[in-house]
């Protein structure tokens, strides 16, 4: 991460997830990088997306290892409780949406308020893993109700989020990301193998074009290849 200032500092959120841990591998090898942070379920300190308290309380645990120069949140999930996606609005249930909404905006959007505080008051990046289909004016095929929903729903959080924080911090940028269809649990029900791309694959692109993103009032929302991707 070039733009970054020497010897940063990098906080992995959702660390043990198949894009969290690509991403620990790929800031470990950068020689840029002094310091890689993960953060879990597994981990001391952990935390729940469903418990706001473990959020607060690992954040502030890991306020004396910070400031971060980059924060990136990889958590999310697209299967919950056994129940995939809605293909129809007849599948549709109270219980399934209001668990896509707490694991993909709320508990998100609280890891946002607990750690965005933690920026580096230099140039930094606080990275959300989204989702194409969270955008509403891409939306071709539909299905999928929840999840799109609650990742459009995260993806407007993280908009006003970092319209507020610009006057914080201008050098602080705030990021949406589309990985690509990476080969994951969370994916191979819903892909085929020649759809996907390897994490490492993924998230080295993601890096590379995180590094090109120039301060805004706003977030970007970019996928791994760089191109924009329309609210």
């Not at 949140?73 to 129940?83: P, Q, V, Y």
């Not at 891409?138 to 459009?152: L, M, V």
């Not at 995260?154 to 319209?163: D, E, P, R």
């Amino acid at each position: 991460m070039h733009s970054l200032e020497p010897n940063y500092r990098a906080l992995v959120i959702g660390a043990s997830g198949t894009i969290g841990s690509a991403f620990v591998r790929a800031l470990k090898s950068d020689p840029q990088c002094a310091s890689v942070t993960e953060l879990s379920r597994r981990t001391t300190p952990g935390f729940s997306l469903e418990d706001e308290a473990s959020i607060a309380l690992a954040a502030t645990a890991l306020t004396e290892v910070g400031p971060f120069a980059l924060i990136i949140d990889a958590t999310g999930a697209l299967t919950i409780d056994g129940m995939g996606p809605e293909k129809q609005i007849g599948a549709l249930s109270s219980a399934a949406l209001m668990r896509s909404f707490q694991v993909n905006t709320i508990g998100p959007s609280l890891l946002l308020k607990h750690f965005l505080p933690l920026l580096s008051k230099d140039r930094a990046i606080y990275a959300k893993l989204s989702a194409r289909v969270g955008s509403i004016s891409d939306n071709q095929k539909g299905g999928w109700y929840g999840y799109r929903a609650s990742k459009a729903a995260f993806n407007m959080m993280l908009q006003t989020a970092g319209i507020e924080f610009a006057r914080k911090n201008k050098q602080a940028v705030l990021v949406a990301l589309q990985p690509g269809t990476v080969a994951s649990p969370l994916s191979k029900p819903f892909a085929s193998a020649s759809h996907t791309v390897s994490a490492d694959e993924s998230v080295a692109g993601l890096l590379t074009n995180m590094d090109l993103l120039q301060p805004m009032s706003g977030a970007h929302f970019i996928d791994y290849a760089g191109k924009a991707i329309p609210w």
